[in-house]
């Protein structure tokens, strides 16, 4: 499908998108389906998404799977939840190459049932020479644990810039800050994804259940978020190809701002 979004000259840059997949068990019951029939049209949902993705200007895409605190949701769905991701890893894989697609995955590997991580391991190199699309998915997750385990890393290394920081919360060198967020099923919180990533991160919430997203709701977040002045504590709006990653540009937008007002 293809999106009726009227880009701007200026998202030719390729944006970071992180999206909370939530809906999936309400989606089901209020069709009388059990809860994993909501988590597996989910999945198909993740297929529509990361096709439409690139078209629309997404260069990555973090998608929000599993969350450090679902381990205590009832085992049963844990398991089911545990046998999709497997499902994926050895179904999804060869489509992602085809489709120039990178995948990797962020937050805990020690936890996940035996077999996972080795999997994930080999879908992130067989993918490894994807450029359409950086597809990123949270599993295990937890941002403030992101955060806490970098500070940890960093005790004792000296002064640190930003960039250096944000690199070893991501665990990766040079990842776009995130610049939009979207929620699907109408909840309105961040729930502990992409705190650091996201600290300037446009927010978009949506009714619609994950179930449901398809690339006009995409569409329809992206739209939204271009018509949206990114200022970043500053006075004047900057453009997706100017956004400060580190203090020196952030001082020196707050000098242009500061002209501009004297002037």
Excluded at 225 to 238: D, K, M, N, P, V
Aim: glycine share 8%; net charge neutral.
């Amino acid at each position: 499908m293809q999106s009726n979004v009227a880009l701007k000259p200026e998202a030719a840059i390729r944006l970071h998108v992180g999206i909370i997949m939530d809906g999936n068990g309400r989606w089901a019951t209020r069709r009388g389906l059990s809860r994993l029939r909501g988590h597996e049209a989910g999945v198909e949902a993740i297929r529509r998404i990361v096709e439409a993705a690139p078209d629309q200007g997404v260069g990555t895409l973090t998608l929000y799977a599993f969350s450090s605190d679902n381990w205590r949701r009832p085992k049963a769905e844990v398991a089911a939840l545990m046998g999709l991701l497997r499902f994926y890893l050895a179904n999804e894989i060869a489509a992602l190459v085809r489709n120039g697609v990178r995948l990797t995955v962020i937050g805990r590997r020690d936890r996940l049932p035996d077999g996972i991580a080795a999997a994930i391991t080999r879908a992130e190199a067989e993918t490894a020479g994807g450029t359409t699309l950086h597809l990123r998915i949270a599993i295990d997750y937890s941002a403030r644990d992101a955060i806490l385990n970098a500070a940890a890393r960093a005790a004792g290394a000296g002064e640190l810039s930003r960039e250096t920081f944000a690199d070893l919360i991501t665990g990766e060198a040079g990842l776009r800050d995130v610049d939009l967020i979207i929620r699907t099923s109408g909840e309105k919180r961040l729930s502990d994804f992409l705190l650091w990533e996201g600290a300037y991160a446009e927010l978009h919430f949506t009714e619609r259940m994950w179930p449901e997203f398809d690339a006009d709701d995409l569409a329809d977040a992206l739209g939204s978020f271009h018509r949206r002045e990114r200022r970043f504590g500053g006075l004047t709006a900057i453009a997706p190809a100017e956004v400060p990653h580190d203090p020196e540009k952030c001082e020196a937008v707050f000098r242009k701002d500061h002209a501009q007002t004297r002037s």
